[in-house]
Nanobody, 126 residues
Framework: VQLQASGGGLVQAGDSLRLACAAS????????MGWFRQAPGKEREFVTA????????YYADSVKGRFTISRDNAKNTVYLQMNSLKPEDTAVYYC????????????????????WGQGTLVTVSS
């Protein structure tokens, strides 16, 4: 599966932004999807994930209550709605996929995820 992330941009603190990750290839509905981010000079970190059947979601504590992940299997797309953005949310955001795993497993097995998008830059100014 190939992933294409989009929707990044420059916003002010407190603003909202929605990222999208479009998947090509077959059987998108069998893939759990996750969002990760990498800030300048820092390691890539987990943000959120949604299971292949939408039965579970999982969030990093730093975004809980502000970010929401969702998916539209008819459009082969997963979304990340980001509200109340903070300067510390500034990063390149990547989407990733793995077949038939739980959302929590997506969060703990980042190094084992086989499919990654190219990233989209989100910059939050103070």
């Amino acid at each position: 599966v190939q992933l294409q992330a989009s929707g990044g941009g420059l916003v002010q603190a407190g603003d909202s932004l929605r990222l999208a990750c479009a998947a090509s290839g077959r059987a998108f509905s069998y893939y759990s999807m996750g969002w990760f981010r990498q800030a300048p000079g820092k390691e890539r970190e987990f943000v959120t994930a949604i299971s292949w059947d939408s039965s579970s979601t999982y969030y990093a504590d730093s975004v809980k209550g502000r970010f929401t992940i969702s998916r539209d299997n008819a459009k082969n797309t997963v979304y990340l709605q980001m509200n109340s953005l903070k300067p510390e949310d500034t990063a390149v955001y990547y989407c990733a996929a793995r077949r038939l795993t739980t959302a929590q497993e997506m969060g703990v097995m980042m190094s084992q995820l086989p499919y990654w998008g190219q990233g989209t830059l989100v910059t939050v100014s103070s």
